[in-house]
């Protein structure tokens, strides 16, 4: 009887609420839990330095993003929609692209866009 009770109501009770868990964990999973997944504050950096037309402090910066990015979206692939991380992803490449073309204006339009959808990630 105490085998029936755990697998019809307390196993799936767990299992919901855990699964809930991992969903709504977006926007505390995107956050930096290291020195290597500093995504925000990297292209903040990287913003300044395309102000300032470093370009090769900022193909260091956005090597460094790009890297940031592939351990960000491991944490968060389970509790935000994908098409959110192609976005972000896409927007990344393009900021690349445009430092190595030092296309200044083509990358702040991506970066104003980027800092939209991390503030959207996991809400």
Do not use: C, H
């Not at 299992?15 to 500093?38: E, N, Q, W």
């Not at 692939?77 to 192609?86: A, L, P």
């Amino acid at each position: 009887m105490k085998t029936r009770f755990w697998l019809l109501y307390v196993l799936p009770i767990f299992l919901i609420l855990v699964f809930v868990a991992i969903m709504a964990s977006g926007a505390f999973l995107k956050k930096p839990f290291g020195t290597d997944d500093r995504l925000l504050e990297s292209i903040q950096i990287l913003e300044k330095q395309v102000e300032n037309k470093k370009w090769t402090e900022a193909t260091s910066q956005v090597n460094y993003a790009m890297k940031a990015w592939d351990k960000i979206v491991n944490r968060i692939q389970f509790s935000v929609e994908r098409e959110t991380i192609y976005d972000i992803l896409g927007t990344l490449a393009r900021i690349k692209g445009g430092v190595a073309a030092e296309d200044d204006k083509a990358i702040m339009e991506e970066v104003y866009y980027f800092y939209v959808l991390w503030d959207n990630l996991g809400d």
